[in-house]
């Protein structure tokens, strides 16, 4: 009797014992799932230049694997702002719309939920919206890529190369990269600057030889130069 109570003893520490590790395992794997999703939500503007570039949909499967793993570690306004950034790359601006807004009525708004409501807005054509975002963004980080970039777009769309130029040069220097080189090409099109577009979008073209919208812009302004 008494070995078999030891037995039952061992066999319940033994027990308790395994379900703490595969329990301290599972954490240990969403706890790394998380760390990959924020990574990839959070690329530099180098390495993602645009909304469009980051790998939201790598970013929703890490948060669903966390999730899996350990269901309280995954925060649901970050799965609900990387739900509002994968439908915006697929174009539906509905329901990316209204993952935006449960992740802002969760807790509230931070930098890149006002850029994403500014990126909405913009792709929506409703440019004050996007305009009022942005300033808001800038207001919490003044040096945020994402909003000076947006805020030099917006600049850009209504033919306002001298507002955008501002923007723009803050970001030159930290990152010379073909994206904000052609819109500085844009911005100083928009003002009549024929040399000075040309060489930007040249700067653009050498900065990544595949940037298909930089060699566009070069064409129609070298082709405006020879026709005048």
Do not use: K
């Not at 794997?29 to 790598?58: F, I, K, M, N, V």
């Not at 073909?178 to 500085?184: L, Q, T």
């Amino acid at each position: 009797m008494r070995r078999s109570l030891l037995a039952l003893v061992g066999l319940s520490v033994l027990g308790v014992a395994l379900g703490f590790a595969v329990g301290e395992a599972e954490r240990r794997t969403a706890a790394a799932e998380l760390r990959r999703a924020r990574a990839l939500l959070t690329l530099p503007l180098g390495e993602a230049p645009e909304l469009r570039d980051l790998p939201a949909a790598e970013a929703v499967e890490a948060l669903g694997r966390a999730r899996a793993a350990d269901a309280s570690s995954v925060p649901a306004p970050l799965e609900a702002e990387a739900g509002a950034l994968l439908e915006l790359q697929r174009g539906d601006v509905l329901l990316a719309e209204g993952h935006l807004t449960e992740a802002r009525l969760r807790d509230g708004w931070n930098t890149r939920r006002r850029v994403l409501a500014a990126a909405l807005a913009r792709f929506s054509g409703r440019s004050r919206d996007a305009r009022r975002h942005v300033e808001a963004a800038l207001t919490r980080s003044p040096g945020n890529p994402r909003a000076l970039l947006l805020a030099a777009d917006l600049a850009i769309d209504r033919g306002d190369g001298v507002a955008a130029r501002p923007h723009l040069a803050r970001l030159e220097d930290r990152f010379p990269i073909a994206a904000v080189h052609n819109r500085v090409g844009l911005a100083e099109e928009a003002e009549g600057n024929a040399e000075a577009a040309e060489a930007a979008f040249r700067r653009a073209t050498i900065a990544d030889p595949r940037a298909h919208g930089a060699w566009l812009n070069l064409g129609r302004v070298l082709r405006a130069r020879a026709a005048s």
